[in-house]
């Protein structure tokens, strides 16, 4: 017989409070078994489920997506439009990570150079801090140009 695991163990051995393991039993993204006295227990399908939900986490999956995915990944008989519609999502998923590690760069970049400037302020640092704020504006407000331009000849 398969080990089962109380939500006790469950809990102290993956680091996820009771609390949530209820709440992911009741919006169905993990559902143990229960015995006679209704007590949940827990199986290693159930823990790689659970250890998936966390990875999964990490990576900025939302609890409805995850949902969607472990139901995709027990399924039995797998329909190729399916598996074809969770690549896409995937593949939007990986677009949008990546677009959040541009952004992150940037943010990063912009912050050496802040301290760059703070560290050793003089009239040069000054202006290449100014330029690559004035590069991150252009590219968030692509829309109005002209506003960009009248601030171009701005130094102090």
């Known amino acids: 017989m398969e080990k089962q695991y109380s939500i006790n163990e469950v809990s102290q051995l993956l680091g996820i409070s009771k609390d949530t393991l209820r709440y992911y039993d009741r919006i169905g993204i993990v559902s143990p078994s229960r015995e006679h006295n209704a007590y949940r227990r827990y199986s290693q399908d159930d823990l790689v489920a659970l250890m998936n939900i966390q990875i999964m986490q990490y990576a900025d999956f939302s609890l409805e997506e995850i ?68 590069e991150i504006y252009r590219e968030l407000h692509k829309k109005d140009p002209g506003f960009i331009k009248e601030c171009d000849g701005h130094s102090n």
């Open 67 to 134: 949902k969607g995915k472990l139901r995709f990944h027990r399924m039995q008989n797998v329909d190729p439009d399916t598996c074809q519609e969770v690549a896409e999502f995937l593949d939007a998923k990986k677009a949008e990570t990546r677009k959040k590690i541009a952004h992150l760069e940037k943010v990063s970049q912009l912050l050496d150079l802040a301290v760059e400037t703070l560290r050793d302020f003089n009239h040069e640092s000054d202006q290449r801090l100014a330029v690559f704020v004035q």
